[in-house]
């Protein structure tokens, strides 16, 4: 049998696998829910259904072609050059749901954090942000280094895979989303605290646990939401809206899994996203153009958690003084520089690959 690969750009095919993994994803969430909820009790349960239902209908979509090479003997143009990554996401998801069948026969139902860090819930995450990623990794394989502009109807397909990657990233990280912890950041935390009698030394200790955890929440979520824009602007000019798909699209479906929809909270990643998406329109951040992407990605979380500590003091109030959140949203615009740095090298270090590639091979 041979193998010749085809563009990994196939947009109808691609088309077709992001449909089966939003399915696939919708009944993840389904399941994470009612884990949540505690309505599982066994591997069994339907409430596991439309989550391995998705993903049967995902696999023999992505399988498909070995089927008709095995058929045919040779198949010419079938095979992209990412496909391979999707049938290693369709095994290890594979192998995650008999694993999980054993778990919960052995060890019976999770709950809380052991919901999302058993080993066979490891797998199927992994597998499945395979899957999930596909698209946009097809069109990474095609797409030319360097500041090249793309349609927002051409580019809607792999900038959607790329948001649902970044939302199962979240859902991983669920108890420890920034976008669902504000409650750690406003009085009654602090309010909580003395009403349980501690001593002055306990009560000190508790608030410090607790405005911890806001920071480390915010500086995790902004590294998860910053890091897939940063990657596009490594290889593309983005069309504008897409930034703010990026950012408000998997804060929206994080508190589709949660149930925590504020409408002020809400809005700020989308407002964010507007402004970043002006912003990118206007300085063209790419690693061809170092100072303007640092100064992107150092700007733009400043501005999405400047916003969301403004919506969670306007509903609720905040706990601690200007002084303290204003330091942490510099921290966050730090963090922002630093991962731009990172990106900046490996965007500048590929087209110099590339070109030398080609001379050797000349």
């Given amino acids: 049998m041979i193998i010749t690969h085809a563009p990994s750009g196939d947009a109808g095919r691609q088309h077709t696998t992001l449909l089966l993994v939003c399915a696939t994803i919708l009944g993840l969430y389904v399941d994470v829910w009612s884990h949540g909820q505690r309505f599982i009790e066994s591997f069994f349960s339907i409430w596991h259904l439309p ?4 993903y049967l209908a995902t696999a023999g979509w992505i399988l498909a072609p070995m089927v008709r090479a095995a058929r045919n003997k040779i198949v010419r143009a079938e095979f992209s050059r990412t ?5 290693a996401g369709v095994a290890i998801f594979g ?3 008999a694993a999980d069948a054993a778990w919960h026969t052995i060890y019976g139902l999770e709950t809380g954090v052991d919901v999302l860090f058993s080993p066979s819930h490891f797998l199927l995450f992994v597998g499945l942000i395979l899957m999930a990623s596909s698209p946009f990794r097809a069109a990474w394989a095609e797409g030319a280094a360097g500041d090249a502009r793309v349609s927002l109807r051409a580019f809607l397909t792999p900038l959607l895979s790329l ?3 970044t939302s199962l990233v979240g859902v991983v990280l669920i108890h420890l989303w920034g976008f669902t912890s504000s409650h750690f950041m406003t009085r009654s935390a602090t309010q909580l605290a003395k009403e349980l009698g501690l001593s002055t030394a306990a009560e000190g200790l508790v608030r410090d646990l607790v405005y911890a955890r806001a920071i480390g929440n915010i500086l995790l979520t902004n590294a998860v939401l910053l890091t897939p824009v940063l990657l596009m602007l490594q290889r593309w000019r983005v069309p504008f809206g897409s930034l703010t798909v990026c950012l408000a699209l998997p804060t929206v479906l994080m508190a589709a899994v949660t149930g925590f929809f504020v409408p002020r909270l ?3 990643p989308i407002i964010a996203g507007l402004v970043a998406d002006a912003a990118a329109q206007i300085f063209r951040p790419s690693p061809q153009k170092p100072a303007a992407l640092r100064a992107f990605a150092t700007v733009t979380p400043v501005t999405l958690w400047s916003l969301y500590i403004a919506a969670i003091h306007w509903e609720w109030g905040l706990a601690r003084s200007p002084l303290f959140w204003s330091g942490l949203v510099l921290w966050t615009g730090a963090e922002g520089l630093a991962l731009s740095l990172l990106v900046g090298q490996a965007g500048a270090a590929a087209p110099q690959a590339a070109t030398g590639s080609t001379a050797g091979s000349g």
């Fill in 51 to 54: 989550l391995y239902a998705g």
């Fill in 83 to 87: 496909w391979w990554c999707d049938v």
């Fill in 266 to 268: 809400l809005a700020v």
């Fill in 163 to 165: 948001a649902l990657t």
């Fill in 95 to 97: 192998a995650g749901g």
